[in-house]
Each structure stands twice: as structure tokens, then as C-alpha cells.
């Protein structure tokens, strides 16, 4: 005879940026089922109704603070490809260097100050590696911890460079940047990245230079390269190594093994005539679904984007295009498992379901050969995915630090591209029409959809990466990513369910944007609602 | 030691990012130079559910004091008044909200959203958005215009969309270590010593300014934002070319105009059709004048300042 079933209502899970509530039912101490819920609403895109068309460069940055270069760059695509400007290659490599050092930003950030923080709970006080933890990544006072959080402010004065501040700068706009950087201006952003470099990256994150992690190619590489000397296996990423195998993060955190990415960085002299339909073949991290059961790979479209909203709080037909969505908000958001429980919607991809989104997801489809010769190509996680056999939450935090390297190195190649003396601007002509644009923030596949009609905003949808990964129940009742992955999660304590902490920011999900991406309602019915 | 307590409402997030970039004093600082204990916090603190359910009913009940609460996001009210879009840890976020407001010795409310309104609360309001003591221009928000807390002052509002980090720890220390009787606030509960200067106040721009030299497009190394592209930084307090962002620059000094996010307007205009990076003329005179200068005499100045503007105003002034 089997347990019971423990249910257990986790309000908030907290540090996943952003209020997410989980209810899990726990059986003989495991997982069985999940829910997750996004509590905020925030009416992103009724907002941007009828506002000017470049109203999205101001707003869309504020729907999450801590990808805003990320939306900022999605804002301007969309509107490069609705009113088919043309953006000089300088501006391109200044987008994609602001979305880069943004992103390099959010490894220490989340690293220290969100995920390995949980390493420290008193539930490892058992781990022969938990003292060093503790000594390394305690909350504010950790060794570790507070060279991290603090050097993680560093790359975004690059963006600061560009932009004027981060977060929150608009200076990407339709036909390229606001900004035209000077000599002192690269110089400086080049030492920024040393500095990063020298200490941090080298010395506490890996323990050996670039250069050396660069030659990592596969799953017994990497093993190798942890034995081969006690720097290795003591740097923040071999502690992290040995005590995630430890306490059983490779065990538990799988999901739907299914994997979407846009693609990112739109190579400076392939796309500056940007259209919807040349942007796969123009950017350097190539976009894809990878099927884990199936191993296969093949490009994604964003024409088989769905949506559905039959457990969210939305009233209206399900399995919608992002375009056509008429959107409609309930106002009244009772929490019911079995219907409706979230803000977020259920995304879905017309062939293939349930995708993952995010770092992961990025490195498995790096991993493919289904791209341009050119396109960048990595296959180690791929690799690991397949030896490891699965995902895990050790995985997927794994895949997100792995990046940081690879991102840095294209920020080199940006700044000795940049050609101070050619231009950073073509005024565009405005005219109506339909933009998309698309971009990977640091957590996952995040774009745009845009209808501008007599001069002002149509309609503004965004798909958020957290809105793949932490949406409902979908309309054929499968689980969303996150819910689906905590499915087997061990529960060793249920007053301190460290474990369900683990899986929902090994994705890092960012709820701040989710929860109002997708929204709506019509304008009557919000007219009742209005403040005076 | 100072106990701290930092919740988001109808946030994004970008002040608690904004904060985690502060350099004097750092966020690690405020707990390890200046003994302030942060209870939790959305994004870094420790307890998750009930542990952290149990720690919020110990403040409100008082068993627990709240030296410092810092509210980020706008207190959301929709729909029809009950805050059931933004619940956490079990109910509305604006009832937590106003029992720890209760309680608090002060209150601070970081960026636009917690002290305006901000972005959320751009018409048509969908969440019914307020901030703490203000909509937009209005006094009163989700607290009443009369609310003080319990050491006798109103919401020290610190606004910018974000705040700058600077300003965000300085306050907190300053509130923490007992200066608060130095605080002067202005009529919107801003911090005098950071929101009396202009943010034209130490712009590189400056002289294309006095001489009426104008960017007249996106990517030009010289010329002022003022004329053509909606710069706000002439009637903006804020001290962001004197507090440099992120150690480096301010937004005017890179190329992109002032979008006034320190006062209670932004964004400006609603963000309607034909108002975003574009002045607001009329018959080629800016709408929106400096702060204490009429139009007669705007005028006159124009035409001085260009007879007098030198030739190399004109070009690349801050060179490749
Ligand atoms: S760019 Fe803006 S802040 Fe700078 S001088 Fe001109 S108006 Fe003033
Ligand atoms: S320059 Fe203007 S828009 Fe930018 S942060 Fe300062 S006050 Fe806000």
C-alpha cells in the first residue's frame, strides 16, 4: 500500500526574481505532482495599446529589470523588421556588446546571490564539502559571495558606455543606437573586461585561464580537466562540481527533455537589412528545437509559436499565434488546480509541444549541426546531456555558468570590429506594419511581436523566457517545464523545501516579466477598473 | 543593528539590480561596515513559504521590530480595489503592505513604481497602480497623503526609473546610522541633497546648450539632445551627471535624452503617438521650457547664442 499524498503550498518560492507560489503533492517523500503559479499582473501590453510605435524601447526594458537589454534589443528588432530599416553593422555589434555584458553580468549575480546560496542550508550539514561552503557562499558575508555579487556590477559599465546606465537605458532604436562610442570609450570597455577576467572568471570561477577551459570539447574532458590540478577542483565551478553530485543534484530536475532557442547575436554584415524570415540564417548562436528522446535537432520559426490560456486567468480561445491573440483578463483570479491558476500562459510549439527555454536549451541546440556552416558550434552540455543521462539541476546551472566564456570572447571580437569613423544611425522612415524580433536574455528564448497600424501600436506581445518555462497546465493537460521537472524531486524536510527551491532556479525564471506578459483585456472592461 | 525588510509589489526588478551595482556603500556593505541585518529579501533572501510566512506575522505583530522597510513596485489595487493581482505569501501584496507601514520606523520607497506609480501606472492603468504616498503629482497613494511612520516622517520617496544605486544605499545608511534628522525632503518627498540640481547639471552637452547647437539625430558626437530629441535633462532634478551611472556615464553624456524619470510624470506625455524622443514644439519654440525660463525671453537668448555659437560647435566635438 502506498503513502498518502502530502500536499504542500509553497507561497512565495522566492529568489527566482519575481512571486512564484508552488504546490507540489509529495508521496513516500517524493514529488508526484506540481503546479506553479505566477501571482502578479501587471497589464504590460494593454499599456502599450494605441501608445507611439516606439513606445516599446521605454517600456518593454521595465518589464523586467534584470533582462532589460534583452527586451530593449527584441524592442528594437521589431521594429527594424515592421518598418525595414536598415542598421549600419556598427550598431549591431553595439546591441549585441549591451546585450552581452548584461548577460556576463547575471553569471556572478545569480550564481552567488540566488542559486548557491541554497548550499549553505543546514539540510547539507552532513556534505563533507558544507563547511567550505558556508565559509565560501553565506548569504552577504561569504568570502565568495560578496566578491561575486560585487564584481558582477562591473560588465554593465560597459553598457554604461553604450547606453548611459544600466538598467534601463533605451538607447537601441530603429536603425541602430542612440550612442557613438569614442576610442576611450572601446579602451576603457576592453579593460572592464580584463578586469572581469583577472578576477573573477580565472581565478575564483574556474581556477585556470580561458584558454585552458576553451579546450574542454566533452564530458570526459571535463572530468579530466577537474582531476588535473587542485585549482580545478577547488575553483567555485569544481566545488560546485563535487558538491552537486554530492547531495544529488544530478538526480532529480529532469523535465519534457524537449528545447527551444531563437538564436542570438544577429551577425554584424548579415543582417542590417533584417526581415522575419532571414533572421535564423543571420545570427551567430543559431536558433533550434532539440528533441532529447529523439536526438534530433532542427531550426525553430517563430510561426509555430502558440499560445494557450485555458488554466490561466484568460478568457478566450485557446492555441492562439502570439498575432492573433484578442486577450482578455479574469478579473477574478481564484486559485483552482484544476482550472485556472496562473498569470502566465501555457507556450506551446504547434509541432513539438512543451519546449524548455533557456541556457541549457541553448547549449544542447549549440550542440547541433542543423545550422549554418559559420553558426557557432559547442558540444560539450550535448554531450554531458547524453552521459549524464538527462537533464538535472545541476546540469542546467552548469550550462548557464558555461556560457560566460564563450559570451566574453565575442565581446572581444566586438570591440576590435567596431569601426570608430563609419556610422551607428540611418534614420529610418516610420510606416505600419508587422514586426518580430527575437533574442536569447540570459534565461532563455525571449521575443516580440508588434502590429503598428496609423502610426501607433496595434498590438504588443511578449513571450518572456519564464513564460515557456513556468507556464500552467497546457490545453492538452501537459505540464509546463518547471512543473513537469519537479516531478521525482526528493523532499528531505517539508518545512524547508530546499529541494523545490533547487529545481525552480536551476531555471532561473524571472517572474517579473512573465507575469505580465501575457495579458489583456479590452479596453471597456479595463475603463471599469481605472483608477481615478 | 538595524533590522530591513525589502518587498516587491508591481515591480521589474531593476532597482534591486540598480542596488546590487552600489559601490559607496556596496550591498554587502550595508550588512558587514554598517550592521544592517536584511530580514529577506525577494531576490536574496534565505527563507522560502511558511518560514518566511511565520517571519512576516512576527513583524506585523510587533514581536519582531522593523527598523527600515523598503517597498519596491507599485502597491497594485486591481481588480476593483481588492490587490488579488498581486498576491504573496498568501494574500494581497497591499495588505502586507500596510500592516508592516504600521509598523515600521521608516519607510522607503525605491524607484518610480513605489513612489509615483511609474510605467504600471501609465494610462490605462490595467493593475490600478498606485505608489506609496503619490500618484503620479497626486498625494495620497495606497498610505493616505497624512501616513507617517512610526519615527515621524512620510514615505522617503527615492525615485528614477531605476533609482541609482548610489542614492539607494546612501539613504538606507543614513536612515540606519541615525541621520535621518539631516534628511530634508522636497514637496515630493525626495531627498534634497540628490533631487535639487538639474540632471543638465554637469552634462557634456552643456555647451551645445548655451549655444543653441542641437544633436539633430540618433549617433551624432556632438551637439545638445534639447532642441530635437525630448531631452528633459534642463527641467529634470536628478544628480545623474554628477553621481555618474554605473561609475562610467549618464545617459545625455552617451547620446540618449533625459527622460525625466525622477519626477512624478514620467513617462511624459502618456508615451503617445509622436511624443517619444522627439520635442514637443510649438511654432518651432519647445514646449517645455528649462525650469524658470519664459518663452520672451528663450527666444531672444536663441537668437544671441546662435550669432554667437563658434564654428567648432558644429562638428564632431567629442571625437573618435
Ligand atoms: S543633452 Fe540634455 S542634459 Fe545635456 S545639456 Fe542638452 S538638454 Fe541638458
Ligand atoms: S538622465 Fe534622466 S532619465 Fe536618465 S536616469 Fe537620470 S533622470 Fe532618469
Request: aromatic share 10%; charged share 20%.
Amino acid at each position: 500500500m502506498s503513502a498518502a499524498v502530502q500536499t504542500l503550498d509553497i507561497s512565495p518560492v522566492g529568489r527566482v526574481e519575481g512571486d512564484l507560489d508552488v504546490r507540489v503533492d509529495i508521496q513516500d517523500g517524493v514529488v508526484v505532482n506540481a503546479w506553479t503559479s505566477a501571482e502578479l499582473f501587471r497589464g504590460f501590453e494593454i499599456i502599450l495599446r494605441d501608445k507611439d510605435p516606439q513606445a516599446g524601447l521605454v517600456v518593454t526594458p521595465r518589464a523586467c529589470g534584470i533582462c532589460g537589454a534583452s527586451h530593449l534589443t527584441c524592442a528594437a528588432w521589431a521594429l527594424d523588421t515592421a518598418w525595414r530599416t536598415t542598421v549600419p553593422r556598427n550598431a549591431i555589434l553595439a546591441r549585441n556588446l549591451g546585450q552581452i555584458v548584461e548577460s556576463i553580468q547575471s553569471l556572478p549575480r545569480h550564481h552567488y546571490g540566488l542559486f548557491m546560496i541554497d548550499y549553505t542550508n543546514k539540510n547539507y550539514a552532513s556534505s563533507p564539502f558544507y563547511e567550505e561552503a558556508v565559509k565560501r557562499w553565506a548569504p552577504f558575508t561569504g568570502t565568495n559571495y560578496e566578491v561575486g555579487v560585487t564584481i558582477s556590477g562591473r560588465p554593465v559599465e560597459i553598457y554604461a558606455l553604450l547606453g548611459g546606465q544600466w538598467p534601463h537605458s533605451s538607447y537601441m532604436v530603429p536603425g541602430g543606437v542612440m550612442c557613438a562610442p569614442t576610442l576611450t570609450d572601446i579602451t576603457r570597455a576592453w579593460s572592464i573586461l580584463e578586469h572581469f577576467r583577472r578576477n573573477w572568471m580565472e581565478p575564483m570561477w574556474l581556477g585556470c585561464s580561458l584558454e585552458r577551459y576553451e579546450e574542454i570539447r566533452s564530458y570526459d574532458d571535463f572530468m579530466a580537466w577537474l582531476d588535473e590540478r587542485p585549482e580545478h577542483a577547488n575553483s567555485d565551478l569544481g566545488l560546485f562540481w563535487r558538491m552537486s553530485l554530492d547531495i544529488g543534484l544530478d538526480k532529480y530536475g529532469r523535465g519534457h527533455g524537449r528545447y527551444v532557442s531563437w538564436g542570438y547575436l544577429p551577425h554584424e554584415d548579415r543582417y542590417n537589412k533584417p526581415t522575419i524570415e532571414n533572421r535564423n540564417a543571420s545570427v551567430i548562436m543559431k536558433s533550434g528545437v532539440y528533441d532529447g528522446a529523439a536526438d534530433t535537432h532542427k531550426l525553430m520559426d517563430q510561426s509555430f509559436t502558440r499560445e494557450d490560456v485555458g488554466h490561466a486567468w484568460y478568457d478566450e480561445p485557446g492555441h492562439l499565434h502570439p498575432f492573433d491573440r484578442t486577450t482578455k483578463a479574469i478579473a477574478k483570479n481564484d486559485v483552482d488546480h484544476d482550472a485556472r491558476y496562473s498569470w502566465s500562459v501555457a507556450v506551446t510549439h504547434d509541432q513539438d509541444g512543451r519546449l524548455e527555454a533557456g541556457p541549457l536549451s541553448r547549449q544542447l541546440i549549440a550542440g547541433g549541426r542543423h545550422g549554418e556552416s559559420w553558426q557557432h558550434y559547442d558540444p560539450l552540455v550535448l554531450d554531458m546531456y547524453k552521459k549524464m543521462g538527462g537533464a538535472s539541476v545541476m546540469l542546467r546551472h552548469f550550462a548557464r555558468m558555461h556560457e560566460g566564456v564563450k559570451l566574453y570572447r565575442e565581446a572581444e571580437r566586438i570591440l576590435r570590429e567596431f569601426r570608430l569613423k563609419d556610422s551607428w544611425y540611418e534614420k529610418p522612415t516610420e510606416r505600419d506594419g508587422r514586426g518580430w524580433g527575437a533574442t536569447e536574455a540570459i534565461r532563455g528564448a525571449l521575443c516580440h511581436w508588434i502590429e503598428v497600424e496609423k502610426g501607433k501600436i496595434k498590438n504588443y506581445q511578449i513571450i518572456a523566457p519564464t513564460t515557456w518555462n513556468v507556464g500552467p497546465r497546457s490545453n492538452d493537460g501537459s505540464r509546463g517545464p518547471i512543473e513537469e521537472a519537479l516531478i521525482g524531486t526528493p523532499i528531505a524536510d517539508p518545512h524547508d523545501p530546499v529541494e523545490v527551491g533547487h529545481v525552480c532556479r536551476s531555471y532561473d525564471s524571472c517572474l517579473v516579466c512573465t507575469v505580465h506578459a501575457h495579458d489583456a483585456a479590452t479596453g471597456e472592461q479595463l475603463a471599469a477598473f481605472r483608477t481615478a | 543593528m538595524a533590522n530591513l525588510l525589502w518587498l516587491q509589489g508591481g515591480a521589474c526588478s531593476g532597482n534591486t539590480m540598480s542596488f546590487l551595482n552600489a559601490e559607496e556603500p556596496s550591498a554587502c556593505d550595508l550588512v558587514t561596515d554598517f550592521g544592517i541585518n536584511v530580514l529577506w529579501h525577494p531576490s536574496l533572501g534565505m527563507e522560502l513559504g511558511e518560514n518566511l510566512q511565520r517571519m512576516l506575522r512576527a513583524l506585523t505583530s510587533g514581536e519582531m521590530p522593523l527598523d527600515i522597510f523598503v517597498f519596491e513596485g507599485t502597491v497594485v489595487n486591481a481588480p476593483n480595489g481588492t490587490g488579488q493581482w498581486n498576491r504573496f505569501a498568501g494574500r494581497p501584496m497591499k495588505d502586507w503592505v500596510a500592516d508592516l507601514c504600521k509598523v515600521a520606523n521608516f519607510v522607503v520607497a525605491i524607484g518610480d513604481c513605489a513612489t509615483y506609480g511609474g510605467i504600471p501606472a501609465v494610462a490605462p492603468n490595467p493593475s490600478e497602480s498606485v505608489g506609496l504616498q503619490f500618484l503620479k503629482r497626486a498625494q495620497g497613494g495606497a498610505l493616505g497623503a497624512s501616513y507617517r511612520s512610526k519615527a515621524g516622517l512620510p514615505v522617503i520617496n527615492v525615485p528614477g526609473c531605476p533609482a541609482h544605486p548610489d542614492w539607494i544605499t546612501q539613504i538606507v545608511v543614513a536612515v540606519a546610522t541615525g541621520r535621518a534628522g539631516d534628511l530634508t525632503l522636497d514637496e515630493f518627498q525626495r531627498p534634497k541633497t540628490f533631487f535639487t540640481s538639474f540632471t543638465q547639471t554637469g552634462c557634456t552637452r552643456n555647451m551645445h546648450f548655451a549655444y543653441k547647437v542641437s544633436a539633430t539625430e540618433f549617433g551624432q558626437r556632438k551637439g545638445c539632445l534639447f532642441y530635437d530629441l525630448g531631452c528633459r535633462g534642463p527641467m529634470t532634478h536628478s544628480p545623474c551627471n554628477r553621481i555618474l551611472w554605473n561609475r562610467q556615464s549618464s545617459k545625455t553624456r552617451a547620446g540618449m535624452p533625459c527622460m525625466g524619470c525622477t519626477e512624478p510624470e514620467f513617462p511624459f506625455f502618456d508615451l503617445n503617438p509622436g511624443t517619444v524622443f522627439k520635442t514637443q514644439t510649438v511654432m518651432g519654440v519647445p514646449k517645455d521650457m528649462p525650469t524658470g525660463v519664459d518663452k520672451t525671453g528663450y527666444i531672444k537668448l536663441t537668437a544671441a547664442a546662435k550669432a554667437a555659437s563658434p564654428a567648432w560647435a558644429e562638428s564632431d566635438i567629442f571625437v573618435v
